[in-house]
């Protein structure tokens, strides 16, 4: 079954960084668009950052653009999510999603376009 596995979330104060990862068990990613998303109690699945099979398109919510970085390492079968200078509003659940084609869709980062996700990596910022 192809399901992500996400990890690296934790506790940082306002201001600081983590970096998150995405990979999967038994198949390889290189060939699919990846997608994070977040989600916090009651709200929708949101697209933080997404890319296609090369990591040439990198799309990015208005609300992490400049602070939140989307990498892949095809080597290690690995997608990042470098995130700096985090805010209390970056708080929340954080997915990683396989996209259906090696492009993200023409409707872009949202939630319809991506699947297998994994239990998500918590993330919590305190001001």
């Known amino acids: 079954q192809l399901q992500t596995v996400e990890s690296g979330g934790g506790l940082v104060?306002?201001?600081?960084?983590l970096r998150l990862s995405c990979t999967t068990s038994g198949y390889f990613l290189?060939?699919?668009a990846i997608g994070w998303f977040r989600?916090?109690?009651?709200?929708?699945?949101?697209g933080v950052a997404c890319?296609?099979?090369?990591?040439?398109v990198r799309l990015y919510a208005d609300s992490v653009k400049g602070r939140f970085t989307i990498s892949r390492d095809h080597s290690r079968n690995l997608?990042?999510?470098q995130m700096n200078n985090l805010k209390s509003e970056d708080t929340a659940i954080y997915y990683c999603g396989i996209g259906?084609?090696?492009?993200?869709?023409?409707?872009g980062c949202v939630r319809d376009g991506?699947?297998?996700?994994?239990?998500?990596t918590q993330v919590a910022v305190s001001s």
């Open 79 to 81: 997608i990042y999510l």
């Open 13 to 17: 104060q306002s201001g600081g960084s």
């Open 100 to 107: 259906l084609s090696y492009n993200v869709g023409p409707a």
């Open 114 to 120: 991506f699947r297998g996700w994994g239990q998500g």
């Open 51 to 56: 890319t296609d099979h090369l990591g040439d």
């Open 39 to 46: 989600q916090t109690p009651g709200k929708e699945r949101e």
């Open 30 to 32: 290189d060939a699919y």
